[in-house]
């Protein structure tokens, strides 16, 4: 719950003038990504410069094209030298944790040209066309899970933030964390990506949203990034089906033509708290007991929202 302690330590972005550089790391969604992100587009400084990476954040920071893009932005606007100006969005597109397609500059976050793609849930997976014929799957909120795909046509770039639309019902409990990963799959196996504190098996994107606070605030929320108001908890009655938004951090991944978009839903962390094969030493909260239903339909239109930029194929 936000209350009027929590609203006064929030900062006044559109404050900030002076020139600013900031690392937005695609692999921290659950820890700074989406504070970095929020801070480059919500400063006012005319000099701003957003660097994007998804390998380890530590190692990006330090490597050798990192520390020279921070001597030139230091070298121009601390000590006045005349150095070339840095791209106002540095972008590495990755098609799996090792390997980088592609590195560009850009001129805005997120970008101007990226075509908004609802990509609906539907029983055969995810579709372009909304469903006409209603469905559901239900699972078990302790262990269970749906998962929705789609094979990609031709290559496709997805770079920017996604936001998921579901209908769901509960059974026997009235709240739930739920928590949604995309994933990508590549001759049917899961190709993992750089995470937070260094765990490697990471997916391309995840959200997470507690369904009792799933009140939007509608000044701050986008299409394609809802923003939870988190100031009045709503339990779900019991038969009653409602909507619920949920935002994924941003990335910029490459899909191949034949690859599939993997949508997961589920209602506790997706990643094990492993210090071997898990994301430790994150560890939340999950509910041990109740059912969930995702519904689907004519006039329940549950789709992801998908950030395609146009002219990779």
């Not at 000590?79 to 980088?100: I, N, Q, S, T, Y």
């Not at 006039?299 to 950030?307: C, F, H, N, S």
Request: glycine fraction near 10%; aromatic fraction near 10%.
């Amino acid at each position: 719950m936000i209350d009027g302690w929590y609203r006064s330590l929030d900062p006044d972005l559109s404050a900030i003038g002076v020139p600013a550089l900031v690392c937005g790391s695609f692999s921290d969604n659950n820890l700074h990504s989406r504070g970095s992100f929020a801070g480059f587009e919500g400063i006012s400084s005319a000099e701003r410069h957003l660097y994007t990476h998804r390998g380890g954040k530590w190692a990006v920071f330090y490597d050798r094209e990192a520390r020279a893009a921070q001597l030139r932005f230091f070298e121009g606007h601390l000590k006045g030298r005349d150095v070339p100006a840095l791209p106002r969005v540095r972008l590495e597109v990755r098609d799996r944790a090792d390997h980088v397609v592609e590195v560009r500059e850009e001129e805005s976050w997120p970008l101007e040209r990226t075509r908004w793609t609802p990509a609906y849930l539907t029983a055969r997976g995810l579709a372009a066309d909304p469903p006409t014929v209603a469905g559901s799957l239900s699972f078990g909120v302790r262990r269970g899970g749906v998962r929705f795909g789609w094979t990609v046509a031709e290559d496709t770039e997805l770079t920017g933030p996604m936001a998921l639309r579901l209908y769901v019902e509960l059974h026997d409990v009235d709240d739930v964390d739920l928590v949604v990963g995309v994933e990508k799959w590549s001759g049917g196996r899961f190709v993992p990506f750089e995470g937070s504190y260094g765990y490697g098996r990471d997916r391309v994107a995840t959200g997470w949203q507690n369904l009792a606070l799933r009140g939007l605030d509608v000044g701050l929320s986008r299409p394609f990034e809802p923003v939870p108001a988190c100031l009045v908890r709503e339990p779900v009655p019991a038969g009653v089906v409602v909507p619920v938004d949920i935002a994924l951090g941003a990335s910029s991944t490459l899909f191949r033509a034949g690859e599939q978009l993997r949508l997961v839903v589920v209602g506790r962390w997706l990643s094990p708290r492993n210090p071997l094969t898990g994301q430790f030493p994150a560890s939340y909260r999950t509910r041990t007991r109740g059912r969930c239903t995702v519904y689907w339909g004519p006039d329940r239109p549950a789709r992801l929202l998908l950030p395609v930029i146009p002219g990779r194929a």
